[in-house]
């Protein structure tokens, strides 16, 4: 038989499988194109009565494999009934090679960053209107990349706008040379060619994402000389981030506040992990002073929080009176990587001298157990650099509220806690950016695209009401297609009571929790559509009434989404949070289920027609669900799951996450790097693996080889039990991403195999 023309299928990749894919990549294609908003700056015209708006877009660029960013920009004009235009400009235009960029205080100046990807050195660009001003090249010698991680990043113009302070990565430290001799002493001039670099000491790092990054140190740039300071008499053992400049006094000594992670005992992951005990510290900077250079050597670090185990974000009164930060204290002392968060301030002394003990009055504490529809607690990850109403001394931000996010306001003196956006919307909202007195928010839902809204209020007062007009905006633009598909799909926000109260030992653990239901706005002959039950990971994060492109492919597909904020998730008090560690794998799993039979009671879903979809600790329920109920699930997916907590403690970036979730509290004091038969054995019985033997159905795993959260050997692991046992699985490795499979091209694949992989077993 002749073979020659006979076109060779890609592995894994049947006929039919092929035509499904397609059909489905054009529909992912068209959801790829759609850009997201990633922040947004103003500038003020003299008069008052205009104002430039930058926006910061990004798209997902599949060929080369990475987030094409640009840059958008609007002219606001504002009228006297209060409504606004945006006249936006023809073309955006892309930042290639900017690692960020950040304006200046008074709008006048850019600071542009660009990062190496090599050996090179970093370079800032200082941009005036119409012209590049400044460039600087600083190399390797003095530090390595400047930190934009959302994390340790920190970068901050000083009031006179002379100077900027910022982390980046330190010098390389360094290593042995060797050559056709030998060792070749440190203090050799010898330039050999044959000579090579050893490898030196091993260094620990801060675990996921941040695998061979250096330690985060403090630099000042004088953009007037060019030359760059490193602060010194910071603790080795302490890494450094989220610098902010103190209030100028004038011909003295001004201070940098920045927030200090401790390695003490050892680094261990730190991405998402609000647990790690951190600091704000304050260093005097003698920028006025013209021997500078010699005293910031000797300048003394002082512990600003010392009586507190957290504290990061500060943000300075523009009036310079008072700081304020945020502290996830509660995650520190209970282990739970993330928490219930509470907000404090502290009076900053007019003269610039500091003295110890330094009073920290609380703005907002922890809220252990809200009543329904009040403030649930704080859930504020992240914080505009200028969050200030014109009054001084209120606050905008964005907080989780149950599934939803939404913006606040409070009073930073006299505490009180105020919905910005409407209290009655079901879709979550986030704040950009503020306009003087009026805010710039970005609202979408699981069905409708992210758009611009523009936030005002007609006389300030405590219960004034805010007015909000849509933007028309090019940002988000989609084809008429997914305008189609997207306006036959529908959500809500389900109330789901708990089925068994004997074994809560709080009310918060006691209440309703929540899932987020996305379906057809009408049925198909009467028929439900498929369902996915899709669960977040963390287990202390959140699913919200977003707009999220992969939960929108699989709606579009023709699937219900039951998406499930499980008792534990952010947003719904301390009390409910603190309720999962030391249930996980049964407390969770349980919830999961009774969500399900909800839905299916309702007359929502068909029991016999569902699936289930979860990364890392979603993952973790996933692999549960399909093992405690074998006859629940068609089909399921797994996204770098957490299968085998004994295996995982000793390869994971956060071993005491498994005593934490494992043990409760407790756990803290158990953790140790060396588990005993005890411990091992009790990982075991709370892990997905005791169960494998009872799985029926066919799974799906999607792993990320360069995981340091959940090594890629818990998922093969499990994959393999189950084939041992004649389940049909399909495994997937994407060699060079880490735990959140977000490389453009990797989440292409990613959930495009997990659409035909659910359509294939969904009927």
């Excluded at 119409?130 to 530090?143: A, G």
């Excluded at 997914?482 to 004997?502: A, E």
């Excluded at 880490?738 to 495009?752: K, T």
Aim: charged share 20%; net charge negative; aromatic share 10%.
């Amino acid at each position: 038989m002749d073979t020659s023309n006979v076109t060779q299928l890609p592995i894994g990749i049947d006929e039919n499988t092929e035509e499904q894919f397609a059909t489905h990549s054009k529909l992912l294609h068209d959801l790829n194109r759609i850009s997201s908003i990633e922040k947004a700056w103003l500038f003020h015209s003299p008069d008052g009565n205009s104002s430039q708006a930058m926006f910061s877009v990004s798209q997902p660029n599949l060929l080369a494999n990475k987030r094409r960013k640009f840059i958008q920009s609007a002219n606001i004009s504002k009228h006297n009934n209060n409504s606004v235009n945006f006249h936006w400009t023809p073309f955006p235009l892309e930042m290639t090679g900017v690692a960020t960029i950040l304006p200046s205080p008074s709008g006048s100046k850019l600071l542009v960053v660009r990062n190496p990807e090599n050996e090179s050195p970093t370079h800032f660009e200082i941009w005036v209107q119409s012209q590049l001003e400044l460039e600087f090249h600083i190399p390797q010698s003095v530090h390595g990349p400047v930190y934009v991680d959302g994390w340790f990043e920190g970068i901050s113009w000083n009031s006179d706008e002379t100077h900027i302070a910022y982390v980046a990565e330190e010098p390389s430290p360094p290593k042995p040379t060797f050559n056709d001799q030998g060792y070749k002493k440190s203090g050799s001039t010898d330039k050999d060619c044959n000579s090579w670099k050893g490898l030196g000491d091993w260094e620990e790092d801060w675990g996921e994402t941040y695998a061979g990054k250096r330690q985060p140190a403090l630099f000042i740039l004088n953009i007037s000389s060019g030359e760059v300071q490193v602060i010194k008499g910071i603790p080795k053992s302490l890494s450094v981030g989220q610098v902010e400049w103190a209030p100028s006094i004038e011909g003295k000594y001004q201070h940098l506040v920045f927030v200090g992670w401790s390695a003490d005992p050892r680094k261990l992951g730190i991405k998402y992990c609000y647990n790690r005990r951190c600091a704000l510290y304050a260093v005097r900077v003698p920028i006025y002073e013209p021997e500078a250079e010699s005293k910031v050597e000797g300048s003394p670090v002082i512990n600003l929080t010392e009586n507190t185990s957290s504290a990061f974000l500060p943000r300075f009164s523009p009036d310079g009176k008072f700081l304020v930060f945020s502290s996830a204290k509660t995650c520190v002392d209970s282990g739970a990587h993330s928490a219930t968060n509470s907000l404090h301030r502290i009076e900053w002394p007019t003269d610039g001298k500091l003295s110890l003990p330094v009073k920290v009055v609380d703005v907002i504490p922890v809220v252990l157990c809200a009543e329904e529809g009040s403030f649930p607690g704080l859930y504020c990850l992240n914080m505009l650099s200028n969050p200030w109403l014109p009054d001084g001394q209120t606050m905008i931000f964005s907080s989780y509220w149950g599934s939803r996010e939404v913006i606040l306001s409070v009073n930073v003196l006299s505490g009180d806690i105020s919905h910005v956006t409407p209290a009655d919307s079901d879709f979550s909202w986030r704040l950009l950016t503020l306009d003087g007195q009026n805010i710039v928010a970005v609202c979408s839902s699981p069905v409708d695209l992210p758009r611009l809204k523009y936030g005002f209020i007609e006389k300030p007062n405590k219960d004034a009401a805010w007015n909000w007009f849509d933007v028309s905006s090019p940002l988000t633009k989609c084809s008429d297609k997914i305008k189609s598909l997207l306006s036959s799909r529908q959500f809500s926000i389900l109330k789901i009571p708990v089925k068994d109260v004997s074994n809560c030992t709080t009310e918060g653990a006691k209440k309703p929790y929540e899932a987020i239901f996305v379906s057809s706005k009408s049925k198909k002959d009467d028929k439900c559509e498929p369902l996915i039950v899709i669960l977040h990971g963390g287990p202390h994060s959140v699913s919200l009434t977003s707009y999220l492109k992969s939960a929108a492919f699989l709606s579009l597909l023709g699937f219900s989404l039951l998406i499930v904020n499980y008792r534990g998730s952010l947003g719904f008090g301390e009390e409910a949070l603190q309720s999962l560690p030391g249930k996980i794998g049964s407390q969770d799993v349980n919830d999961v289920l009774v969500a399900i039979d909800h839905v299916v009671d309702s007359g929502l879903a068909t029991p016999s027609n569902i699936s289930v979809l979860g990364g890392s600790h979603g993952g973790f329920l996933t692999t549960h669900l399909i093992g405690q109920a074998p006859d629940k699930f068609v089909a399921a997916c797994a996204r770098n799951p957490v299968c085998n907590l004994a295996f995982m403690v000793g390869t994971t970036d956060i071993p005491e996450w498994c005593y934490v979730e494992t043990f409760g509290t407790e756990g803290k004091t158990l953790y140790t790097e060396a588990p005993t038969p005890e411990h091992l054995a009790l990982f075991h019985n709370k892990s997905p693996i005791a169960h494998v033997s009872k799985v029926k159905a066919p799974t799906l795993f999607l792993l990320g080889a360069q995981d340091l959260r959940v090594p890629m050997s818990n998922g093969i692991h499990f994959s393999r039990a189950l084939k041992e046992k004649g389940v049909e699985v399909k495994v997937i490795l994407f060699p060079n991403d880490v735990h959140a499979i977000e490389r453009p091209q990797s989440d292409y694949e990613s959930f495009l195999n997990i659409g035909v992989w659910f359509k294939k077993y969904c009927k």
